[in-house]
């Protein structure tokens, strides 16, 4: 007798912890998809469902610990409620899953309101009444409800609901076309039976409620716990596509990382405290101090464990195993930013310092906008101007003075510094330039010091030459990023939508920009950065039509057309006649001019305007509006006739086949 007690506790506690399993991981998909109730009724509805099982496992759970009858009648009742709601809430992700395939249904969306309604009715029924379920047995001692005079209907209710859920999935498989969207649901129409299998109350349908488990039933038990989680777990993988526009492979590792690093990581805590809390005096310490180091060891081993073999996992579960995304991922742990470009370029010229004994060296680079500083080394005294964009050095008069010779050798005396130009590796291209403070009026440098800062200075230009190269496949990438997105979206939206979404048109980008509630604090940031800044190189409007048109007028620089475009709708807010500061028809053009083509502070502009900083802003605020809505305008223009000429050629061109 004592050795089945024995046995039955210990089934019991497996029980528990493969409960806690559950209610650990679902309390996991629920957060995880938090951030994705938005993008459709599948992730919603399938929270739901997730949410109301993990409802009945925790309360099954507490049950187990509860000591006083009073809260365990009232654990049960609340744990009822997610029992009742749950075949509404997978009818209603059947129902979501059958849309997802183009099978709208005005019917079903009323089954799926009338479902809940009845699940809630149960449910609250069943918490303050006895006709649905009634008090556990005082006699009993694994606490349970016992079946009311209304059971048998809530049972019929439950398994018809149940039913008509797997139909649904059945006829959402059968109208998959391709092969991976027909193996998904296949696998959905399976795993979706573990919430009716696996939260049912099967002991309300016969049996003595004073009775307690029987041991061969304990086994039973644990088995089905261990498959409802595993249903789960595979219905969390299937469903996680649904409603996100990131191609397959990057949900999938997204869900995998986080299981890995939350609920994973929690159970094997769980299981580490169980243990150790039930485990005799270890070196004679008592159970609380060796739990607190178990649990905190547990947990940096797992993280280490994830950190360290992250590739390793990522390869073996086949997650990130595409050549092409390996050598993204090669790309980027290799990426020269700016601060490894500064750090290295530091290094090159302090050793160039040292090799030349001088104080002061540095290295510019030349950009479209004009040279820009990229490191120093030492003071920066007596340079003909520090600020980047009044350094004036002539591209020109070094090329000039090379006159198509080798310029290895050859310095330039500017200032006080001595010059070198930096080239690329095929010498045809002018990256920047080496400067360094003259120890004498003119170079007078040693041959082994001329060879040493010749290494140095290639070493300089190729790291300028790479990142260069680098900002053009940056700028490749980024030129395309647009069409990859959409064509994502497309993908995810033809993945199940079919030949409705693959004949819709498409969205233009200028359009999605000028419909875009922000387009106005797109303007306000370009001008805000008119004359340099990220906000204005990296804006949305250089995708605007109007500025791509204009980039034929300024060397095919962006920036330079749409700080033209900037300027142009500026002007159009001119009025006619000559310009005052005082009249009211000049104000909106004043601050315009004033703030951001000269770029004046606003204090000054508003003592020259003489006007308030507060009322200032006020009227910024409308002109930059109206700036937007002029840039729209001519954005529109740009697009009409654009469309307009294609229509031209297209009808010349079928006059000529005609003809």
């Known amino acids: 007798m004592y050795i089945d007690g024995g046995i039955a506790q210990l089934f019991g506690y497996v029980n528990d912890v493969l409960q806690s399993i559950i209610v650990i991981f679902g309390t996991a998909v629920v957060l995880y ?10 992730p919603r509805s399938f929270s739901a469902l997730v949410g109301l099982v993990v409802l009945i496992y925790l309360t099954e759970l507490l049950v187990s610990r509860a000591i006083v009858p009073d809260s365990t009648d009232s654990l049960l009742r609340l744990g009822w409620i997610g029992v009742a709601m749950v075949p509404a809430a997978q009818f209603h992700l059947s129902d979501a899953l059958l849309a997802t395939t183009g099978k709208l ?21 069943g918490l303050f009444s006895d006709l649905v379920v009634g008090p556990p047995s005082p006699l009993a001692p694994t606490p349970r409800l016992t079946n009311g005079i209304l059971f048998p209907f809530f049972a019929a209710y439950y398994w018809s609901v149940a039913a008509g859920s797997v139909y649904n999935v059945w006829r959402a498989r059968q109208r998959c076309l391709t092969t991976t969207t027909r193996r998904r649901m296949t696998t959905t ?25 029987p041991l061969f039933l304990w086994p039973i038990l644990i088995i089905g716990n261990f498959t409802v989680s595993f249903l789960f777990a595979v219905l969390t993988s299937q469903l996680v596509y649904f409603g996100s526009v990131s191609p397959d492979r990057v949900v999938r590792v997204r869900l995998y990382k986080y299981m890995a690093r939350v609920p994973l990581a929690a159970t094997i805590v769980l299981l580490v405290f169980v243990l150790v809390s039930r485990a005799p005096p270890v070196f004679g310490l008592p159970n609380q101090v060796m739990l607190g180091f178990a649990v905190v060891a547990a947990v940096m081993l797992v993280e280490w464990i994830i950190h360290q073999y992250k590739r390793t996992f990522e390869r073996a579960f086949q997650l990130d195993d595409d050549p092409d995304v390996r050598r993204i991922q090669a790309l980027s742990e290799r990426l020269l930013t700016t601060s490894d470009l500064k750090q290295f370029l530091e290094s090159v010229l302090a050793a160039t310092c040292e090799a030349v004994r001088t104080p002061t060296a540095f290295v510019a680079s030349l950009t479209p906008a004009g040279p820009r500083l990229e490191a120093v080394v030492g003071p920066l005294e007596g340079l003909p101007s520090v600020e980047l964009q009044k350094l004036s050095l002539p591209v020109s008069g070094i090329q000039e003075e090379t006159n198509g010779e080798d310029p290895v050798d050859n310095f330039f005396v500017w200032g006080d510094y001595w010059i070198q130009p930096l080239y690329n590796e095929r010498r045809d291209w002018l990256l920047g330039i080496l400067g360094m403070r003259g120890r004498a009026p003119e170079p007078d440098l040693t041959p082994d010091e001329l060879e040493l800062l010749t290494r140095l200075r290639v070493q300089a230009a190729a790291a300028l030459e790479d990142r260069l190269l680098q900002q053009e496949v940056f700028a490749a990438v980024e030129s395309i990023l647009p069409e990859i997105t959409a064509l994502q979206e497309r993908r995810s939206a033809a993945t199940f939508g079919g030949l409705p979404v693959l004949m819709a048109q498409a969205p233009v980008p200028h359009e999605e920009i000028l419909q875009d509630p922000e387009f106005s604090n797109m303007v306000r940031e370009a001008l805000t950065h008119y004359w340099g800044g990220p906000k204005l190189t990296e804006s949305p409007l250089l995708q605007l039509e109007v500025v791509q048109r204009e980039m034929g007028d300024h060397d095919n620089n962006p920036v330079s057309a749409l700080r033209a475009i900037l300027a142009e709708a500026i002007e159009q807010q001119k009025p006619d006649g000559q310009r005052s500061l005082t009249t009211t028809e000049w104000i909106l053009y004043n601050i315009l001019d004033l703030k951001f083509v000269q770029g004046r502070r606003v204090r000054d502009v508003a003592r020259r305007l003489a006007m308030s900083e507060s009322d200032l802003y006020r009227k910024q605020r409308v002109a930059i509006e109206n700036v937007a809505r002029t840039i729209a305008t001519m954005e529109r223009a740009t697009v009409d006739e654009s469309e307009g000429s294609v229509e031209q050629f297209a009808a010349a061109d079928s006059s000529i086949i005609s003809d």
């Open 33 to 42: 998809n938090v951030p994705r109730l938005s993008r459709g009724s599948v």
């Open 189 to 213: 129409l399976f795993a979706i039976l573990a919430a009716p299998l696996g939260v049912f109350p099967y002991t309300l349908l016969v049996g003595d409620p004073t009775a307690d488990v």
């Open 105 to 125: 249904s005005r019917r079903r969306r009323i089954l799926v309101f009338v479902g809940y309604l009845a699940g809630a009715a149960f449910g609250l029924t």
